[in-house]
């Protein structure tokens, strides 16, 4: 499912117009600065919990040797930040089938 497709069946069950529901889900998920409720919170470095859905949070990565595949000389790879998302109880039940 892609964003037009999601915001399509925002429409349908919230009885929006298309157009609004693609405006709430940019609201909450757009990772362009300063917009983008959930990415807002992870530069804070707060976590978004959504109770039977799952959590966004970051998580720190350390710096450390890598190998280029092509030519296997060494690299460095340097510390970062990423988003990571664990989803809850709730979810992993109704996908696992």
């Given amino acids: 499912m892609n ?3 999601m915001a399509e069946k ?3 069950k919230a009885d929006i117009s298309q157009a609004k529901a ?3 889900i940019d609201i909450i998920f757009s990772t362009k600065d ?3 409720i959930i990415a807002v919170e992870l530069d804070a ?3 978004v919990a959504i109770a039977g859905f799952g959590k966004f949070d970051t998580r720190r990565s350390k710096a450390r040797t890598g ?3 092509q030519t296997g000389a060494e690299i460095q ?3 970062r930040t990423v988003a990571k998302f664990t989803a809850s109880k709730g979810l992993k039940d109704r996908v696992a089938v």
């Fill in 3 to 5: 964003k037009s497709e």
């Fill in 10 to 12: 925002l429409a349908k």
């Fill in 22 to 24: 693609a405006e709430i």
């Fill in 34 to 36: 300063g917009q983008g």
């Fill in 45 to 47: 470095g707060r976590d």
């Fill in 67 to 69: 190998r280029n595949p």
């Fill in 77 to 79: 790879i340097p510390a």
